[in-house]
């Protein structure tokens, strides 16, 4: 291939002080490249930072979750997962099946309370699908994996919770992934702390329903 030179010989591009038209084609362009010196550090940084808005968004739901009881479907939830059923008529309710049957004398709290916990021995999962199939509207789905929550960390309020508050977090992976799809690298923290954050995502993270 013939080379481009001045009434003296040279590459014009030499003589004006900058490099051979060849060296030029050859250099890399860094700008080409697109990948960041630092690619590795930004990463595990971003790590950090999600995992940093997970732990203040757990503390923000325990500390809602903690401020008051649970109100009729919350305590439907934790019976149905205990294998109870408290919403059917004395006569078709069945006792030995953990079916509630109202009693015709006053009784203490403590016996109501019964209904919410798990009986020893402990109903198996055939009992909780009895439960929900009869008298739920919604797939057993929730209160079985609400049932083996319960057997490993109890039957109390805010146990019940919890488990809404783990799904939340279970969440932000997936938040994360589709932001970085949607809006690259710089939507995925914005993404996941709106998410996080929001009043409706407290709110819902806060109840002990699979809503």
Same mark, same amino acid.
């Given at each position: 291939m013939n080379e481009v030179t001045n009434s003296d010989g040279m590459d014009p591009a030499v003589a004006g002080g900058r490099p051979p038209t060849s060296a030029r084609i050859?250099?890399?362009?860094?700008?080409? @490249? +697109? @990948?960041? $010196?630092?690619?590795?550090?930004?990463?595990?940084? +971003?790590?950090?930072? $999600?995992?940093? @808005? =997970?732990?203040? =968004?757990?503390?923000?739901?325990?500390?809602?979750?903690?401020?008051?009881?649970?109100? +009729? #479907?919350? $305590?439907?939830?934790?019976?149905?997962?205990? +294998?109870?059923?408290? #919403?059917? =008529?004395?006569?078709? =309710?069945?006792?030995?099946?953990? #079916?509630?049957?109202?009693p015709d004398h006053p009784v203490s709290a403590n016996e109501f309370r019964r209904y919410l916990r798990h009986d020893h021995p402990f109903a198996g999962p055939g009992r909780v699908i009895r439960a929900v199939l009869f008298s739920e509207a919604h797939p057993p789905l929730y209160f079985l994996l609400l049932y083996a929550w319960t057997m490993a960390l109890g039957t109390s309020d805010i146990a019940l919770r919890l488990f809404s508050v783990a799904c939340l977090l279970a969440c932000l992976p997936f938040v994360a992934s589709i932001a970085r799809r949607l809006g690259g690298n710089r939507a995925v923290l914005p993404s996941c702390a709106l998410f996080a954050f929001s009043p409706l995502t407290i709110y819902f993270a806060t109840e002990g329903r699979m809503y």
């Open positions: 050859a250099a890399p362009s860094n700008q080409s @490249i +697109g @990948i960041p $010196i630092h690619e590795g550090t930004s990463r595990y940084q +971003g790590l950090w930072l $999600i995992l940093a @808005i =997970a732990c203040l =968004a757990a503390f923000v739901d325990v500390v809602v979750a903690s401020r008051s009881g649970l109100w +009729g #479907d919350e $305590i439907l939830s934790l019976a149905k997962a205990t +294998g109870h059923r408290l #919403d059917q =008529a004395n006569h078709v =309710a069945d006792p030995n099946q953990g #079916d509630f049957v109202e």
